[in-house]
């Protein structure tokens, strides 16, 4: 049964940090790319961050400059570090894998993702 955890989330005030990490079970993910995405009360799902096999990036534009996503192969694990944090960062972030080629660039629809975690919460205070 493949799973993706997720953790590291809390509260924390605005210009603060936190590192999430997901760690994957079940199956190795040689050859997938990993995303995070984020869902606010009231909003849809979007993408935050996507990182490859190889560990190339991408990322969305209101996070460039303050998140960073990494991954450890060996470990079967996907890290984001999220630095200077705002309110609006706050929602729920979840970790997803995808089997398709990192070449076709479409890291950022939630529709490419095979698998899930449950997501983890995070909290910006102002």
């Known amino acids: 049964q493949v799973q993706l955890v997720e953790s590291g989330g809390g509260l924390v005030q605005a210009g603060g940090s936190l590192r999430l990490s997901c760690a994957a079970s079940?199956?190795?993910?040689?050859?997938?790319?990993m995303g995070w995405f984020r869902q606010a009360p009231g909003k849809e799902r979007e993408f935050v961050a996507a990182?490859?096999?190889?560990?190339?990036?991408a990322y969305a534009d209101s996070v460039k400059g303050r998140f960073t996503i990494s991954r450890d192969n060996a470990k079967n694990s996907v890290y984001l570090q999220m630095n200077n944090l705002k309110p609006e960062d706050a929602a729920v972030y979840y970790c997803?894998?995808?089997?398709?080629?990192?070449?076709?660039?479409?890291?950022?629809?939630?529709?490419?993702?095979?698998?899930w975690g449950r997501g983890t919460q995070v909290t910006v205070s102002s």
């Open positions: 997803a894998a995808s089997p398709q080629s990192w070449l076709a660039k479409n890291y950022y629809s939630e529709f490419t993702y095979n698998y």
């Open positions: 079940g199956r190795t993910f040689t050859n997938y790319f």
């Open positions: 990182i490859s096999w190889g560990g190339s990036t």
